[in-house]
């Protein structure tokens, strides 16, 4: 349990450290971006703490509440388990392509972007949806479902929360326009 | 009427005085009348009495530029633009040509491919770096984030091929397709002066993939609505290597053309961008030399 536990926490710990990327990506027009995303990323680290004590804590009341705790366990070591098929694999080929993006060639680098980056950024929810979906097929008892999307859809907003400060600032730019 | 980009309908300006023209967004409306897309996006922007908030329609578009800069930067914009400026400068200076060498950004927008270069592009002390639009507050906005990071670079509001002195070499990013019909030839012309020695034009590479390549990135990368529309849209409208080199070939028959570009390798892969080089012929062996192992890159001449 505390593996299949620990590998879902790296990579929700990465997914939402490089959601605080994705949210500070495009906002910034200086060329030499270095401080810029440095601090976004630490806020993505940070706020992916937040979400992941909210997910624990969620978790293990679920799991205090079930009154067959030992086959709720077992249950949720399947749903896990399958979880891992589906964002293992899409986790280790964006890992694989920042691999790539280090050649310092154009042409590679802007093959991990129309090949790997824009593509995975563009199905990033589907394959969200889809890992848990895929996991809890395997065991689907209500208050998995219920966690489990609740627990997703704090991961996908995370990106959207991080957001929100470069948004408003924007606003004030653009408040005369609504 | 459905490949018009918002961008261009929402902005005029005089091409003799450059002043600022007043637009009105029912005009733009029945311009766009055919896409509801476009109207919706025209249809949420302010306006004064029917006149576009030309404040609004600025920050606007800054903002648009800086999304566009993110895809540039991921897409290694400014490295292909140092990679082809590199050995262009290289044949020049093998020629003995004026200093410095005064290399022209057209319609540079808020200026990310000189302050690039100006960052990172290592081009040499003899290179002087401008950049020329008729839009105010991209030119200000560039101007700032050049001061911001203390680059050596300058913007200008004026038609880049009327500054004195003009451009040894001139370079644009994503413009040409904005020149339609005769009007392209007319731009090649505008290069046709003695003291320019060269140019490099890079735009969207037509192919079938390209308009949804160019939607996929857009989807996932812009947030900007009006952002999305006319990156798309460009992708459409762009032209094929053969339009350019006979465009230019008509407008700038003193200068020696050809693509640079268009294929990764041997692979059979479009790449998202090509461009077209021109330059005078007697610099074109020197040029040739200078690209060393990238001279496979290069297309016939023209």
């Known amino acids: 349990m505390t593996l299949l536990l620990s590998t879902l926490y790296l990579l929700a710990t990465i997914d939402a450290t490089l959601s605080g990327y994705s949210a500070a990506a495009g906002r910034s027009a200086l060329i030499r971006k270095g401080p810029h995303f440095r601090t976004a990323m630490l806020r993505g680290f940070v706020l992916g703490q937040i979400a992941a004590a909210i997910s624990l804590s969620l978790l293990f009341a679920v799991l205090n509440a079930a009154p067959d705790r030992a086959v709720f366990r077992a249950d949720l070591l399947r749903v896990w388990m399958r979880m891992l098929q589906i964002y293992l694999p899409y986790a280790l080929t964006i890992l694989t392509a920042f691999g790539f993006r280090l050649i310092p060639s154009v042409d590679v680098r802007c093959l991990t972007s129309t090949l790997v980056f824009g593509p995975l950024a563009g199905i990033r929810p589907l394959v969200g949806i889809l890992g848990l979906v895929w996991g809890v097929l395997a065991a689907p008892r209500p208050e998995i479902v219920a966690g489990g999307s609740a627990i997703l859809i704090l991961w996908l907003l995370i990106e959207w929360i991080l957001g929100t400060s470069y948004r408003t600032s924007e606003s004030t730019g653009l408040r005369s326009e609504r | 009427m459905n490949d018009l980009e918002i961008s261009d309908e929402i902005l005029s300006f005089d091409p003799d005085t450059l002043q600022r023209l007043p637009v009105r967004k029912s005009a733009v409306l029945e311009k766009f009348s055919a896409n509801r897309r476009a109207t919706r996006i025209v249809r949420a922007m302010a306006d004064r009495d029917d006149v576009l908030d ?8 800054i903002r648009v530029h800086c999304e566009m800069q993110r895809i540039s930067e991921e897409f290694q914009h400014g490295h292909r633009v140092a990679e082809l400026l590199r050995p262009l400068l290289a044949a020049l200076r093998t020629a003995g040509v004026v200093r410095p060498i005064r290399i022209v950004d057209v319609g540079c927008g808020t200026g990310f491919v000189l302050r690039w270069l100006a960052a990172h592009g290592d081009l040499g002390g003899d290179v002087e770096l401008v950049g020329a639009d008729y839009h105010p507050a991209l030119v200000g906005e560039a101007m700032r984030l050049a001061k911001q990071e203390d680059l050596r670079v300058t913007f200008r509001v004026a038609n880049a091929f009327r500054l004195d002195p003009p451009g040894s070499m001139y370079l644009s990013t994503g413009v040409i397709h904005h020149f339609r019909g005769k009007a392209l030839p007319a731009f090649f012309r505008s290069h046709d002066r003695e003291e320019t020695k060269a140019f490099v034009h890079f735009d969207f590479l037509p192919s079938p993939m390209a308009p949804f390549g160019s939607w996929l990135f857009h989807a996932v990368r812009m947030r900007d609505p009006l952002a999305k529309h006319d990156g798309v849209v460009s992708a459409i409208r762009a032209y094929s290597g053969a339009e350019l080199l006979r465009a230019a070939g008509d407008g700038a028959p003193g200068f020696v ?12 892969i479009p790449r998202a961008f090509h461009s ?17 192992s990238r001279r496979s890159r290069l297309g016939e001449w023209a």
């Not at chain 2, 030309?54 to 578009?61: C, E, F, G, Q, Y």
């Not at chain 2, 080089?277 to 040029?287: I, K, N, S």
């Open chain 2, 276 to 292: 077209l080089v021109g330059l005078r012929p007697e610099y074109r062996e020197a040029f040739v030399r200078a690209l060393e």
């Open chain 2, 54 to 61: 030309p404040d609004a329609v600025d920050r606007r578009l």
């Open chain 2, 257 to 268: 053309r050809a693509m640079y570009g268009t294929r990764l390798g041997v692979l059979p």
